[in-house]
Each structure stands twice: as C-alpha cells, then as structure tokens.
C-alpha cells in the first residue's frame, strides 16, 4: 500500500498541462520534505487518505487545541518578490504561536495551498518552506491539499493556509483565570511585522520596496526585505516559563496589534496600560508610518510595532521569569482595572 | 473572559466598510451557529485563540486522523447562482468521508473562507451551512478563520476549506490490508458530481445552466441545480458496518474518479474489474458527457459517475453488509491480482 501522500495525483499536474519530467522532481522533493518532519507518532502505510497519528500517552486528562490560520497578503508580497518559500514558515509559526498561548505543545500540521494554476515549483517551495519550520518546531506535516482554483484566485497569487493540533493537560490550560490588576506585562521581540497588516503596509510601501528601510544606512535591508522578515515562533522562549508554571496569561500580537489581541487574554473586568517606548521599535514601522503618514493610533490598531508575544506574570515572579526565559523581556505595562488599552507617555 | 469567536474582530469589519448594523446581525448569527455545534467535549470560556477539545476517553489505544480538503470550483457555481449555503454541507461531508475510509469518527472541525473582500452576508450562509452540517454529525465547529485578501481572490470570489480531526482505536483502522483477490466491490450512490470535476463541468455547462439537465424532463431540475447537489456523507450507511467489522477497505471516490481513488484503497499488488452499468448513472454525467463530447475514458476519471462510496468486502460477508447497511448497495465489480482498475463491459 502506497504511503501517505498529501499532494493530488500526477494525472492532475498533466490535465494542467504541468512538465512532469521537471514536476516528478519537484513532487519528489515535496514528498521527501514532508517525510521529513514525521515523528514517531506518525502511522505510516496505512491508508492514504488522512493523516494517522497516535495520540502521545504522557499528558494526563488531555485537551486537543486547535487553530486554523493564513498568513493573509503576506503572500502577494513574497510572490513579487519571488521569495514565497518563507511563507511556510511564517504559517507554521504562527499556528504554533496561536496554541502556545493555550498552554499547548503542537502535535501536528496540514497545508493548503491554492493558486488558480499549478505551479509544482512554487508548491514545491513552499511546503518546503513548510516542511523546515515543522522539522524545527517538532510537528508532523500529516497531511495537506494542493487546490487548483481557475478563476477563483487572481493570476499568479496564491494562498497558503494551515490547521495545527497540539495537546496539554486540562490543568495546564492558559486561560487567564488568574489574571489580577497589577501583574506584569513582558513583552518579547517580534523583529518586524510577523504576518499581520500587510494589506495595509503594501499599499503604503507599493514602489518603494527597493529602498533601503533605513534612509541612513543605504547599504542595509530593503524595505521589501524588511517587510518579509519571518514571523517568529515563540516557542523557545516560552516553553521554559510554561513548564515552570510561571506564566497567567499570554497574547499573541497579531491582527488588530497589542489593543485588539491583550484584552481577549485577560478576564472580562481587567484591561492593561502599556507603556509607550518601552521597547525597541524595529525601523520598519517607523518607514511605514513615515511614507504612508499613518497616525500612531492606527499603527497600534494594525501593527505589532515590535512585541509579537506579551507574557502576564504575577510580579513576585518577574525575576524568575527573566532568569528562566532564554532572551529578553521587555517591561511594557501592567495590568489595571477597566477594559481596554491605555498607552501611557514614557518617562 | 469573552468566549472563543473564531471569527475576525468588528474592527476587521469597520475597516472593510462593511455596514456594522447589518453586519452586526450576521455575526450574530455567526455566533449563534457556531455554538449550536458544541458538543460535551468542546471547552468554553477557556482562551480564545484557538479551538479547545477534550479528548473522549472511550477509545483504546486511540489514533488521531486528520484531513483537509476544499470544495474545489463548484464555489464559482455556488457564487453564481446565489446559493452558497450548501457549500458548508460540501465541505464538510467531503471531510467526514475522507476520515471515515478510516475507520474515524469525526471529533472536530475548523473552517477557512476568504475572498478579495469581506461580505459578511455570504460568510454568515457559508458558516451556516457549515454549522448544519457538522450539528448533523455531531461534530464540533470550534475554530475558524475569515481572510480578506484583496489581489488575491478574484472579484465575488471565494474560497472554502476545512479541516476535520477524528479518533479510531488503533485496532479498528482500516487501512486495506486484509483485501484479498476475489473480494467484492459493492458502491454507494452519490447522487450527482459530490466536489469533484468542476473545472470541466462548469466549461461545459457554461451558457446551460439554466437548461434542464434531463432533456426529456422540461419541468425538471436545472443543469445548475443537478450540479450543485450536495456532497452526501456517508455516515450513516457505513457506520453500522464499520462497527459490526464488516469492512475490509473503503474508497472516497472524489478527484479522478474510481482508478483515482480505488487503487490507494488497495494493496499494491492488487487491482480492480468494474463492471460497466452496473450502477444507476444520473442523469447529469450524461448530459455533461453529451454537451461537452467527452470520451467515457475521460469521463471515468474525472466524475465519480454515480458511485460515491466503494466498500470492499469478503465474498462470504456480502449478505451480512447487505442486511446491515441501511442503504441499497451495487455490486459494481471485483478486487483482481494485478494494478489499477479495468472496466469490463456488462452483460
């Protein structure tokens, strides 16, 4: 029995009219990329319509978590550029971030990738791209579709989409509970915009992204460079602080940045000040807001602005969460009474 | 703490211009739909970034199978003739069927839709009908994205993916090992194209749809409805089979037909004889084969031509899957030595 394969038949890449002298490398290269990332739980030669995967026996009263993400216009950026093969990654990190707020170690992975033609080239880079960051993170690519959408996709763009499962215990739930006035908000780096507010930013950075995003180092990045930075996985440093239980709540920074994604961590009754300049703004969005005259209200309604991860810790434990994470955090607030985000002037 | 609402913030909305009023109807609707999927298992109130699930703890030894799969082009039909609430029930039935070759049963579900722009009207029938579907089976809708992409997706376009996640003891997996020369193939109707073959049929209804599909039946339905008939689910005739180990492989028969999927159902060395006409073959396949003057070859491994379902059972169960499955089942043909599928003409 063939194994599994996740990719549609050679006889779809033909009616497309797709070179299967070149595409039968490329195939190769996918079903070896995604071979890959297999872990031990994963049942091979069985079947070969859904991925198989053994539940792990060492997490007591267990919770699946689950989420489903994209990596928005991101895409039509990394197209132009020619540069599509981070996008996998950007997706993987991501999902792997959108559990990790739950407390959850990722399980396993499942693609989608469609365009309104088959390019076996571009699909073969960005599963690749993909099957790196699975590897990387520990999750197994299970499973995946390769949709072919004439007329449904706009020539030459793509779409790339990813459903992650992970697992924790039901007494390891992140959900906040414990959240009260006055705990502390730390905040790690995100290096750039992660996936969120490229509709936004390719409007405003349209025909300049040869520039170099710093006018005062013509030498460094491109703007265009810059805006396809990947998106982090923050799965190294918050793994150590979960495990060590010092953690009450944590927000992933993504659309709708740090005011549309901390009060859904928080209980109903809390909401947090953050306070301005606390951290590293990376220059990017400086560019951004420069070239597109972007009041500072919307940049904070769209962008991360450099904080990708915000860890809610009870004060008495901001000296062990230092010690414990393996790179720095940031001191950017506290929790108050009231919903919402205030942004205060820093000193 | 706000319950998990897998849909985007009404700032997304806002942003896109959408009328908030109505808007604010639909997403309650959303809302409404989403949680009449909940079954026991899903946690709520916990978090809110991704989809949470305890794990049944009836299964020995369990596996976890997952699957992802979109409609393919029958969106571009749906959007054209203004029903695309049975794109949901599509959806997900082709999941639940793509697990349930399995052995699984499903757990959970979550949903992608995007287009260029957010029209919170046709996302609110497409989670409608997805919400249906999934309370029918009793499967779980717990997460769920909404992508705007503009640039991306043509004008009025959408896509729609899913991804199902369900649970079988190891033991009861069925993964085709036992199929052995000589056993029997008995089919289950699909009733029309399922989500398979749209690209060639819309090109060839294209201009007809209006027309009705059986020539002799003015006041019958239309090539536009015959096409858009539901993706059925196989739950319920399977599950009674499956339970009562009646089953030695199945076969979802989707994209490039018996010879596409058959085979993978099978050990490598063994193929398939399918006896033409041995099945009811609706009408629609006709039509589409005589407007689009399609060669049968051609159509056999682009339609599923009538036959959604392919049960492989020893010869001397047969009657027992008979008395069991609460549907009228074809013997359409035979597991031979040998690969692939040949067609024998009837007698």
């Known amino acids: 029995m063939e194994d599994f394969d996740p990719r549609p038949p050679r006889s779809a890449y033909a009616a497309a009219g797709v070179d299967l002298a070149a595409s039968d490398v490329a195939m190769e290269r996918i079903r070896a990329d995604v071979e890959s990332t297999y872990t031990p739980h994963v049942l091979r030669g069985l079947g070969s319509f859904g991925g198989l995967f053994s539940l792990p026996g060492d997490v007591r009263d267990p919770v699946l978590v689950a989420s489903t993400d994209g990596v928005g216009t991101k895409t039509r950026l990394a197209v132009a550029l020619g540069r599509v093969r981070g996008l996998g990654s950007d997706l993987v990190h991501h999902c792997v971030n959108d559990i990790l707020v739950q407390g959850a ?31 990387a993170e520990g999750v197994a690519l299970i499973g995946g579709e390769t949709a072919e959408m004439p007329g449904v996709y706009a020539p030459g763009e793509i779409d790339v989409v990813g459903t992650i499962v992970g697992i924790v215990g039901r007494d390891a739930v992140i959900d906040g509970t414990g959240v009260q006035g006055g705990d502390v908000l730390l905040g790690l780096e995100s290096g750039g915009l992660q996936t969120n507010g490229f509709s936004l930013a390719r409007s405003i950075a349209s025909g300049h992204e040869g520039e170099p995003v710093d006018p005062s180092d013509p030498s ?56 301005e300049g606390s951290w590293p703004r990376p220059v990017v969005f400086d560019r951004l807001q420069a070239l597109g005259e972007i009041a500072e209200d919307e940049m904070r309604s769209v962008f991360n602005l450099g904080i990708g991860m915000i860890v809610v810790a009870r004060p008495g434990d901001v000296e062990r969460v230092r010690a414990t994470c393996p790179e720095p955090l940031h001191t950017i607030g506290r929790v108050v009474p009231g919903e919402g985000v205030r942004y205060l002037r820093g000193g």
Request: charged share 20%.
């Open 105 to 135: 170690r990722p399980l396993f992975f499942l693609d989608y990738v469609a365009s309104a033609r088959l390019d076996v080239g571009v699909i073969a880079e960005v599963v690749g791209g993909i099957a790196d960051a699975c590897r």
């Open 220 to 275: 460094g990045p491109t703007l265009g460079e810059a805006l396809l930075a990947p998106h982090r996985s923050f799965s190294a440093p918050l793994r150590p602080l979960l495990e060590a239980g010092l953690v009450r709540a944590l927000a992933h920074v993504t659309g709708g940045g740090i005011p549309g994604n901390l009060p859904r961590a928080l209980p109903g009754e809390l909401g947090a000040e953050i306070e």
